[in-house]
Nanobody, 120 residues
Framework: VQLQASGGGLVQTGGSLRLSCTASRRIYSSAVMGWFRQAPGKEREFVAFLRWNTGRTNYADSVKGRVTISKANADTVYLQMNSLKPEDTAVYYC???????????????WGEGTLVTVSS
């Protein structure tokens, strides 16, 4: 499956953004959709995942309470980000896999990233 992430941009501290990830076909019920981010000079890190058939979610501690991952429709997943901080600045990637994992290597399909910049 091919994934396309969008919705990034420049926002002030405390602002909100909603990222979208659209798949090239319907997302299978067995899939796990994940969001990761990578800041300059840092490793790619887990943000959130959603197990498609159960709706189970998991969030990184750094974003818990500020970020929500959800289904938009059969082929799109959202990442709603509120109360953004400068440390949230990164390229955000969506990914698809079958394991409910926080590890990037467990995801088999990746989209191009979308840049989120939070100004102080």
């Amino acid at each position: 499956v091919q994934l396309q992430a969008s919705g990034g941009g420049l926002v002030q501290t405390g602002g909100s953004l909603r990222l979208s990830c659209t798949a090239s076909r319907r997302i299978y019920s067995s899939a796990v959709m994940g969001w990761f981010r990578q800041a300059p000079g840092k490793e790619r890190e887990f943000v959130a995942f959603l197990r498609w058939n159960t709706g189970r979610t998991n969030y990184a501690d750094s974003v818990k309470g500020r970020v929500t991952i959800s289904k938009a429709n059969a082929d799109t997943v959202y990442l709603q980000m509120n109360s953004l901080k400068p440390e949230d600045t990164a390229v955000y990637y969506c990914a698809a896999g079958v394991q409910a994992s926080t590890t990037p290597r467990d995801y088999t399909s990746w989209g191009e990233g979308t840049l989120v910049t939070v100004s102080s």
